[in-house]
């Protein structure tokens, strides 16, 4: 009986160099965020006209007012809680033992 | 269906019933508007609702809105005031056409549409901050 002999190990494939997929996905989570950002500061900035109207006298209904800045205080909420979890996961990996 | 769907909708209610309560100021403002028996008299406008088309769970707009203004039918009450400018001939005045307690009502009733509608608006505010704090630290 004959033992064959030991076969070197096949070769490491290569470590994907930082592949495409990871750089857009974060590009992806920064575009979403700034998109948010953005239509936050759209909803702000209609609760300010809003404001301003009804300051000056405009025939805006106030609750139209109230609304706006309710729905614009929420969208700010989310947007922090957005970057809140993010960066709790950016410092969860930090914290990583290696 | 926006992302505040029910701020929406609720807004519109609060629309119609913000236009609701003028219309009953309006007339219970002319509650005293006399004129003369050959001319038209005022008559109390009543609002009439009509729901955007859908329901909450279409793409389409959805609640309520003001959809027109009638005016009440019906004979102008006469009354014997021979001495007032309006009179005619006979000394007969016309009072609007309207019914007083059923404006009262109406103005009860719009409150109530309008503290409705703020309420299911504070729900949904309630429900979406609730949302917010799914899974959170806090």
Redesign the interface.
């Known amino acids: 009986m004959t033992i064959g002999p030991i076969g070197g190990l096949p070769p490491m494939p290569p470590i994907n160099p930082a592949d495409t997929a990871t750089r857009s996905a974060t590009e992806g989570f920064r575009d979403a965020f700034m998109r948010g950002v953005e239509q936050v500061a759209e909803l702000e900035n209609t609760a300010n006209r809003l404001i301003e109207d009804v300051a000056t006298g405009g025939s805006t209904?106030l609750?139209?007012v109230m609304?706006a800045t309710?729905?614009a205080t929420?969208?700010t909420?989310?947007l922090l809680?957005i970057r809140?979890?993010a960066l709790?996961a950016y410092h969860e990996v930090m914290r990583l033992q290696l | 269906m926006t992302t505040f769907s029910a701020f929406d909708i609720g807004r519109t209610g609060m629309g119609f019933a913000h236009h609701w309560l003028d219309t009953v100021a309006h007339n219970l403002a002319n509650a005293n508007t006399l004129t003369n028996p050959d001319e038209e008299p005022f008559r109390a406008l009543h609002a009439v609702a009509r729901p955007l088309d859908g329901g909450p769970i279409t793409n389409g707009p959805s609640g309520v809105y003001m959809a027109d203004r009638v005016r009440e039918e019906g004979d102008a009450p006469l009354v014997y005031e021979p001495g007032h400018p309006l009179a005619d001939e006979e000394g007969f005045v016309a009072r609007p056409v309207m019914d007083l307690a059923g404006q009262m009502v109406d103005l009860m009733a719009a409150q109530r549409t309008y503290q409705a509608n703020v309420q299911s608006l504070q729900s949904a505010r309630e429900a979406y901050e609730s949302a917010l704090r799914l899974g959170g630290r806090q």
Do not use: K, L, N
Request: aromatic share 0%.
């Open positions: 209904p609750h139209e609304i309710a729905e929420i969208a909420d989310m809680q809140d979890r709790e």
